[in-house]
């Protein structure tokens, strides 16, 4: 009886030792600025968002950004009200913008070398409640233990919900946005 009780005391003392470990290879970062600049012949807009939060795990190439969209800042407080209004985002109904990706040449991608690595993260972005793919260059610059993560591509509006066919808004806003990542891990 006492072997069974010793061995069982023992599996669980390893298993709870593996379970909750943490992973080395995963980095958090809360310094990260979004931003999206939309330009048109009426006018430019810009927003930045400092309050997003990413992990970028460097052994699997997993980089997931969680971004509240009730956060990004712009020049003019009529611009941020449209922005989180029902007939835009909806940022009450869908708070969070999300982005799950993975590295594609993790292979090439060394956490401990300095440097600077080229490469594509592909997955699936979530605004305003509708997901779609993604496939996105980014560069990843590592300097010591610091690691950053640096992008810029373009979304298509429609492809969240976001399409306005007459009115102001339709002469106002890109059917384009400029989307511009700097995350440091």
């Given at each position: 009886?006492?072997?069974?009780?010793?061995?069982?005391?023992?599996?669980?003392?390893?298993?709870?030792?593996v379970a909750f470990t943490p992973?080395?290879?995963?980095?958090?970062?809360?310094?990260?600025?979004?931003?999206?600049?939309?330009?048109?012949?009426?006018?430019?807009?810009?927003?930045?968002?400092?309050?997003?939060?990413?992990?970028?795990?460097?052994?699997?190439g997993e980089v997931v950004f969680?971004?509240?969209?009730?956060?990004?800042?712009?020049?003019?407080?009529?611009m941020q009200k449209h922005f989180?209004?029902?007939?835009?985002?909806?940022?009450?109904?869908?708070?969070?913008?999300?982005?799950?990706?993975?590295?594609?040449?993790?292979?090439?991608?060394?956490?401990?070398?300095?440097?600077?690595?080229?490469?594509?993260?592909?997955?699936?972005?979530?605004?305003?409640?509708?997901?779609?793919?993604?496939?996105?260059?980014?560069?990843?610059?590592?300097?010591?233990?610091?690691?950053?993560?640096?992008?810029?591509?373009?979304?298509?509006?429609?492809?969240?919900?976001?399409?306005?066919?007459?009115?102001?808004?339709?002469?106002?806003?890109?059917?384009?946005?400029?989307?511009?990542?700097?995350?440091?891990?």
């Open positions: 009886m006492k072997r069974i009780t010793v061995s069982g005391i023992l599996s669980l003392v390893i298993f709870a030792f992973n080395p290879g995963k980095m958090l970062s809360t310094k990260t600025h979004i931003k999206f600049f939309s330009t048109t012949a009426a006018e430019n807009i810009e927003a930045n968002n400092y309050k997003s939060v990413s992990t970028f795990d460097t052994q699997t969680s971004v509240p969209m009730q956060s990004f800042e712009f020049e003019k407080a009529l989180n209004s029902e007939d835009f985002l909806d940022t009450k109904a869908n708070p969070k913008a999300k982005l799950v990706a993975k590295l594609s040449n993790l292979a090439d991608f060394n956490p401990d070398k300095n440097g600077t690595y080229y490469t594509t993260f592909k997955g699936e972005m979530t605004i305003n409640g509708k997901s779609n793919p993604i496939n996105e260059k980014a560069t990843i610059i590592v300097n010591g233990t610091k690691i950053k993560v640096l992008s810029k591509f373009n979304l298509k509006l429609a492809d969240y919900g976001v399409a306005f066919e007459k009115g102001k808004p339709s002469t106002n806003i890109a059917k384009i946005v400029e989307v511009t990542v700097d995350a440091e891990y």
